[in-house]
Each structure stands twice: as structure tokens, then as C-alpha cells.
């Protein structure tokens, strides 16, 4: 049932452009941060786009919401570590968050991308989590 939420906070995630995943806090907001690694196969292209999104996936709503997000420099190869710094009084404690990642070429074009990762409620981790990329096909 897990892979079934996963799979469809992604693919609603996966519609999204970049472009509206990120967030402006203003400095007096409270923070908090998760953090991790990113493990891809292969190279990626010099001109893809890496992002780990932190999104709210419950499904009372059917809704996916990006709470935040980071854009990450590859260029040292897999894995890549990342940190996303988010607002914790946007989180409540009867809602699921994942984490996920995908990689983009210029136009948009998903060309890797990880399953949810749950965090931050119901037990779920919430620092040290490493995403594993695959290929889409």
C-alpha cells in the first residue's frame, strides 16, 4: 500500500514544472532541515537539473504540495548529499511526507527519478535519508 502512495505522490510531483517547487520564506520563519545523499547510475548530462523535493503526499487531500526543495550540484558524481530546509509548523504529525528526487533535462524531461522516501511523521526517518535514482524508461 506504501508503494502505491509513493508511486502516486510521484507521478502527481512528476507533473509539476521546477519552476513553481520553490518556496520563499521570509528570514523570521522557523526552520528545520532534513538531510541525506542522492545515488544515481551512470553519468548525467552537464546540462540536467538535480532536485530533491520535500512534499506533503496525504491523501485525504489528493493533493501533492512542496513544502520545499533543493537544487543540487552533481558534478563530483554519485552519491551527492543533500540538505532541505523547510518550515516544521507546516508539518502536522497525522500527515505523510516524502522525500523524492528527480533529475530533468532542459526541457523538463524527467531522466532519472527515485520512488518516496516517507519522512518526518509516523515513525519515518528524519535526518540521513538516502534516495536511490533509477532511469525512466
Known amino acids: 500500500m506504501k508503494r502505491i502512495y509513493a508511486l ?3 507521478l502527481i510531483l512528476a ?3 521546477l519552476g513553481c517547487a520553490h518556496s520563499h520564506h521570509e528570514s523570521t ?3 528545520a532541515t532534513l538531510s ?3 545515488t544515481f547510475p551512470g553519468k548525467i548530462p552537464d546540462d540536467a537539473s538535480l532536485a530533491v ?3 506533503e503526499n496525504t491523501l485525504l487531500t489528493g493533493t501533492v504540495d512542496v513544502l ?3 537544487i543540487l550540484n552533481f558534478s563530483k558524481g554519485s552519491p551527492v548529499p543533500f540538505t532541505i530546509t523547510f518550515n516544521p509548523a507546516e508539518v502536522e504529525s497525522d500527515n505523510r511526507y516524502s522525500l523524492v528526487a528527480r533529475v530533468t533535462d532542459p526541457q523538463g ?3 532519472l527519478k527515485s520512488n518516496g522516501y516517507m519522512v518526518l511523521t509516523r515513525g519515518s526517518p528524519t535526518n540521513n535519508v538516502n534516495i536511490t535514482m533509477t532511469p525512466v524508461r
Open 68 to 70: 520545499a526543495n533543493d
Open 53 to 55: 523535493f520535500l512534499v
Open 109 to 111: 524531461m524527467v531522466l
Open 36 to 38: 541525506g545523499t542522492v
Open 8 to 10: 502516486i505522490g510521484f
Open 15 to 17: 507533473a509539476l514544472p
Open 29 to 31: 520563519t522557523p526552520k
